[in-house]
Nanobody
Framework: QVQLVESGGGLVQPGGSLRLSCAAS????????MGWYRQAPGKERELVAD???????NYADSVKGRFTISRDNAKKTVYLQMNSLKPEDTAVYYC????????????????WGQGTLVAVSS
């Protein structure tokens, strides 16, 4: 019922920047949390950053000071601005939301994007 469309991934040189976008559509009454995860080959998926509906943010220590998460509630879209990219940032990045379909929903549901590859290499 809910679709997350990700964009903005690609190949970039070390020190470069990319901006990821994730737009949600479908039957959504409200979104509690929007976030970005990443998974490198052979490693576990990890939380990169998330943001609440009220604007509170959390970041992984490895990206603090370099990445910025933001959201546009009206567009149901979350962004991840990635600066000073390092080779170790190379991974598939996944968008995730926790949402409620109706006003009476008492538990949130989760939805995941399809993933977009970020490759940092010279």
């Amino acid at each position: 019922q809910v679709q997350l469309v990700e964009s903005g991934g690609g190949l970039v040189q070390p020190g470069g920047s990319l901006r990821l976008s994730c737009a949600a559509s479908g039957i959504i009454f409200s979104i509690d949390v929007m976030g970005w995860y990443r998974q490198a080959p052979g490693k576990e998926r990890e939380l990169v950053a998330d943001i609440t509906n009220g604007g509170s943010t959390n970041y992984a220590d490895s990206v603090k000071g370099r990445f910025t998460i933001s959201r546009d509630n009206a567009k149901k879209t979350v962004y991840l601005q990635m600066n000073s990219l390092k080779p170790e940032d190379t991974a598939v990045y996944y968008c995730k939301i926790a949402y409620r379909r109706f006003y009476y929903s008492n538990l949130p549901l989760d939805a995941w994007g399809q993933g977009t590859l970020v490759a940092v290499s010279s």
